[in-house]
């Protein structure tokens, strides 16, 4: 009986240790697995991801950075790049369009590079993220055709928002 009490009394004490290495070895691990970054894809041929890296510790803090080349010898003057597929997508388009009257500004020079940054937090989990289209400065353009659809209806906002601004275009 007495020994039935130590073996009780030991169990007693070891399982709650052992309970807590086991929390704290938990938290340990999970914190220094390295958050991946998720598939990129450039549905247009002149543009190639270089590289994409994650900066922060959490995905809620994370941001990713995608360097992009473009291999064509026509400036870039705008961009689509969109986290998901076919079915659900969600983005960003980053162009030089302005007001009606002014010419759009170079994104990314002929043969040149650009660096883009999102919140990983803000992109589609398990989804890619892709270059969903893109827009020359001869107007020529690649890409998935209703993301270029998207893209057009921006360049008209655009191009409204800054006649308002100007007070007018000729």
Known sequence: MANYLNIRRTLSLFVPLILIVCVISFVIIKGQQQIRPPKVISKAKSLEVLTTTIIGDTEQTATIVVEVRNNSDKAVIAIAI??????????????????????????????????????????????????GGVIYADETEEGDTITLGTMHRQREHDKAKGCERKGGCS
């Open 82 to 131: 969109e986290s998901g597929d076919e079915k659900d997508a969600s983005g960003i388009n980053i162009s030089g369009f302005g007001a009606a009257d002014e010419p759009p500004s170079t994104i990314i020079a002929p043969h040149g590079t650009r660096r883009f940054e999102f919140p990983l937090s803000e992109l589609l989990s398990n989804k890619p993220l892709k270059i």
